[in-house]
C-alpha cells in the first residue's frame, strides 16, 4: 500500500513556474514507477510525464521541453517542473505510483495558468 500526497499547484500567470511534489509513504519509493496526469475540466485524464525506477523520463507532446520530472528517493518524493506555463496547462494535476498493474493515486492538486 502507498499512501500519495500532491502539493506545489496555485496560480501562475503564463509564462511562469510552478514545481509539484508527489510524497509516497508506506513502501519501496524506488521500485516504484512514477507518474503525473492531468485532467482539465470536460476532457479526459491525461499522462503528461512519467519516471522509472533508475531514472528513464518520459513526456506527452505537449509538455516536452516545458516540463521536468524526477524523483529523490532518499526523500520519497517525485516532483514535476513545470516552466513556460499556458493557459492550456490549467487542470487538477495527479501523481500515481506503479508497479506493475498495481497503482496508487493522490488527490490531485489544482494548477491554473491565467493569460
Known amino acids: 500500500q502507498v499512501q500519495i500526497v500532491e502539493s506545489g499547484g496555485g496560480l501562475v500567470q503564463a509564462g511562469g513556474s510552478l514545481r509539484l511534489s508527489c510524497a509516497a509513504s508506506?513502501?519501496?519509493?524506488?521500485?516504484?514507477?512514477m507518474r503525473w496526469s492531468r485532467q482539465a475540466p470536460g476532457k479526459q485524464r491525461e499522462l503528461v510525464a512519467a519516471?522509472?525506477?533508475?531514472?528513464?523520463?518520459d513526456y506527452a507532446d505537449s509538455v516536452k521541453g516545458r516540463f521536468t520530472i524526477s524523483r529523490d528517493s532518499a526523500k520519497n518524493t517525485a516532483y514535476l517542473q513545470m516552466n513556460s506555463l499556458k493557459p492550456e496547462d490549467t487542470a487538477v494535476y495527479y501523481c500515481?505510483?506503479?508497479?506493475?498493474?498495481?497503482?496508487?493515486w493522490g488527490q490531485g492538486t489544482q494548477v491554473t495558468v491565467s493569460s
Open positions: 500515481n505510483a506503479m508497479l506493475g498493474a498495481v497503482g496508487y
Open positions: 508506506g513502501s519501496i519509493f524506488s521500485i516504484y514507477h
Open positions: 519516471i522509472t525506477p533508475g531514472g528513464s523520463t
